[in-house]
């Protein structure tokens, strides 16, 4: 309510209302504008973190990557045996399931 004055409340808690409608407003646009102004000093801050921890990163050796990647290889192939025979059982098990229903009269 821009140009209003005191005469346009119909009480003194309607002005007070308004009053601190507005000092709330004012507040949340000054926390706004100091979080954009600090946004700046927190990208350099984290970019600084980040490059502090990259420094900590140590890459793996040539026999670590070969063993880890033989370890995954026989892993997948365990989990598909053993999905593969999970799932023959359970369609044989349904086959034989529907079949019984249907052919036995």
Not at 30 to 45: A, N, Q, T, V, Y
């Amino acid at each position: 309510m821009v140009g209003t004055t005191a005469d346009d409340f119909s009480s003194r808690k309607d002005l007070r209302q308004h009053m601190a409608k507005a000092i709330a407003l004012a507040d949340n646009n000054d926390d706004r504008l100091s979080r954009l102004k600090s946004r700046p000093r927190e990208l350099i801050d984290f970019l600084k973190d980040v490059r502090s921890e990259m420094r900590k990163v140590v890459a793996p050796t040539w026999t670590e990557v070969r063993a880890t990647t033989t370890i995954v290889i026989v892993t997948v192939f365990i989990f598909a045996a053993y999905f593969a025979l999970v799932d023959f059982v359970v369609g044989q098990g349904v086959t034989k399931f529907i079949y019984h229903f249907t052919h036995n009269q």
